[in-house]
């Protein structure tokens, strides 16, 4: 195919993905963020005293979720930090 | 007289709208300015506000705005002969409808992209945003409850329809699946989709499915009416990308091949008009054109639903100011061309004028079956396709647009009713479930309640949805006219059609009022009166806020 043509069905390609989630964008973001929220939750869910068979692994996860954090505790509506060991704010 | 006239009257008295018409109303009233930072750029966050292309944006304006609604309307309204249907269709949409979409569009830009709801509450005053919420309510209420009634019809008379209209479900079901795990580009899903689709209405007519006349004392109708609610508040519950999205996708593209279908088999067929220009025989019982004519055809000419979908969507995506004039004007011009090959299948898509007379028996009648029956004939003359399948076409296109506005509907009026929960501290309203539940059952009490015990009469309510609908509209309207009054500039160009459109609704409702009376049908007029008070509050709403607004020196702004 022709550059041109090729960069014509590209640039419709990319158009026609715009019209199919523009829309939804918000939707689909928040249940996005629900699910991560989730997350979040198991991963942190010991500190909270909630037994987690997992915490052996998810332990490994808390420092690459620290940056996280802050934003998911203000938005389950605790202003400050939930855990006493654990602070960022 | 041939339908080609009538089309190429119609398109380019709109082109003209579009093009000159539109033009002063941006740069002289609205004075839509490029420069202007919109809160697409402003408060670019990835996901509410994000600057889109213009042609994506009016892409999905006009696929939300355009449903079964402007098909409907005037496909009743041609009882009173083709010329008031076409005259009100073209002229509203130039001077009414793009006049109001873009300047929701504009209104909501320059408050950061505020719903019209809240712009209520803020530019007129929180009394007239209870109003809002209220009008809202009935809107939604009065438009699933019809679209149920329609779409049983519909399947009852094209029992072909139904294979390929459940079907088309379960083709959308595959497509988000393929589309949300990217298995496969959408460029191909979109191809291999509309193929799907459209074998499935190539069977439909060979595999027709009926209903038993009677299941548990229920007729056909009645049943089919259940089902479409009890498929509707599933697919309310359902995350949106399982079902919505796919399905939004595919009615957008059918919407376009539909209408490119529509226009160009009028052109090659030529079929002539063969219902009267205005007719002066009408069926026992219909009521007189004016009011009723401006509240039969909302969707089409002129709709408050609109507003919604501009201010709380599309204007958050506004990538320059001045798009507000092609997102929002030429979405009115793509509705009003959608009403218009709706006028053109129904009085030109049948032999005879006695054919035409023995579908328009009475008021209400014809609707979409007559745009159906009509568009096929028109359908099979000039592409020389089965008239069965083109029916089936037709019937898929009208049910498919219905059933997605009735579960985005629901969606919203359980969104509307969860909030009430919260308001009113009702924990158990404020969950999912419960609030659909409580939206379908106040659906079902209206469609059957309006309709006797099969809601076969349904439709009666069309006329009290269509003013509701323009008691929106001018809400809208009058934010938008008292932020012109404020700016110092002139109103007249929405107070005009603002106040048009009060007179005639509030006459509308007055004239059914009568006849609800006259008939003995204390549940219509209840639901008449309980809109016509809504009307009088918005008419006060307007006068007081009018006043203030002409009383108080211009702002800088």
Redesign the interface.
């Known amino acids: 195919m022709p550059g041109k043509t090729r960069l014509f069905f590209r640039r419709?390609?990319e158009?026609?993905?715009?019209?199919?989630n523009?829309?939804?964008?918000?939707?689909?973001?928040r249940?996005k963020r629900d699910e991560e929220d989730l997350f979040m939750l198991l991963v942190f869910a010991e500190m909270m005293g909630v037994p987690n068979p997992a915490a052996w692994s998810t332990l490994e996860l808390q420092p690459l979720l620290m940056d996280r954090f802050h934003e998911w505790h203000t938005r389950m509506g605790m202003e400050r930090s939930p855990l006493d060991h654990f602070r960022c704010c | 007289m041939s339908a080609i006239v009538l089309l190429l009257l119609g398109l380019g008295g709109m082109a003209a709208g579009y093009l000159l018409y539109s033009r002063f109303i941006a740069t002289r009233i609205y004075k839509l300015d490029p420069n202007f930072r919109t809160p697409a750029h402003e408060y670019e966050d990835g996901v509410d506000f994000v600057p889109t292309n213009r042609f994506v944006l009016w892409g999905h304006h006009f696929t939300s705005v355009a449903g079964a609604a402007p098909i409907v309307g005037p496909a009743i309204a041609v009882i009173w002969g083709w010329l008031p249907a076409f005259l009100w269709v073209v002229l509203g949409t130039v001077f009414f409808a793009g006049v109001h979409d873009s300047g929701a569009l504009w209104a909501s830009v320059r408050n950061r992209a505020k719903s019209v709801g809240s712009l209520t509450g803020e530019v007129v005053g929180r009394r007239a945003r209870t109003v809002f919420m209220i009008v809202i309510f009935l809107v939604l209420l009065m438009v699933n409850a019809v679209f149920g009634v329609v779409i049983a019809k519909l399947l009852i008379n094209n029992p072909g329809a139904v294979v390929p209209v459940w079907g088309a479900i379960a083709v959308a079901l595959v497509i988000g699946q393929l589309i949300y795990r990217r298995v496969i580009g959408l460029g191909v899903v979109s191809v291999v989709g509309v193929i799907a689709l459209y074998s499935l209405i190539y069977i439909g007519p060979q595999v027709p499915v009926e209903l038993p006349q009677q299941v548990m004392g229920l007729s056909a109708n009645a049943s089919w009416i259940l089902l479409l609610f009890a498929y509707a508040a599933i697919a309310s519950l359902l995350p949106v990308w399982v079902l919505l999205q796919p399905r939004d996708y595919i009615n957008g593209l059918q919407l376009f091949v539909g209408l490119i279908l529509l226009y160009g088999a009028v052109l090659i067929g030529n079929p002539q008009v063969v219902a009267p220009m205005i007719n002066n025989d009408v069926p026992a019982g219909t009521p007189s054109l004016l009011p009723l004519l401006f509240v039969t055809i909302a969707c089409g000419a002129i709709s408050g639903f609109h507003g919604l979908v501009a201010s709380g969507t599309s204007s958050k995506q506004l990538d320059k100011e001045p798009d507000a004039r092609f997102v929002g004007y030429f979405g009115a011009v793509g509705e009003g061309a959608l009403a218009l090959a709706a006028i053109i299948a129904a009085t030109a898509g049948f032999a005879t004028l006695a054919d035409w007379q023995a579908v328009y028996t009475a008021f209400g009648d014809g609707s979409l079956t007559a745009f159906v029956n009509g568009g096929a004939n028109i359908l099979a003359g000039g592409t020389g396709m089965d008239v069965g399948v083109a029916a089936t076409l037709l019937t898929v296109m009208a049910a498919l647009f219905a059933g997605t506005t009735m579960d985005t509907g629901l969606r919203l009026q359980r969104y509307i009713f969860q909030e009430w929960g919260e308001i009113y501290q009702q924990k158990w309203l404020t969950r999912p479930l419960p609030a659909t539940l409580l939206a379908v059952a106040s659906c079902l009490l209206l469609a059957f309640g309006a309709g006797g015990a099969d809601g076969s009469g349904g439709l009666l309510i069309w006329p009290l949805f269509g003013t509701t609908n323009q008691l929106l509209a001018g809400l809208t309207l009058l934010v938008i006219t008292i932020m012109l009054v404020k700016r110092g500039r002139p109103a007249i160009y929405t107070l005009a059609p603002l106040v048009f459109l009060l007179v005639m609704t509030l006459y509308a409702l007055l004239i059914q009022l009568k006849s609800f009376y006259d008939k003995s049908d204390w549940f219509l007029l209840g639901l008449d009166l309980v809109v016509l008070v809504a009307a009088l509050l918005v008419t006060l709403e307007c006068a007081a806020a009018l006043k203030r607004a002409f009383n108080a020196p211009p702002e800088r702004i």
């Open positions: 419709l390609g158009l026609g993905t715009q019209y199919y523009a829309p939804y964008r918000a939707a689909i973001a249940a």
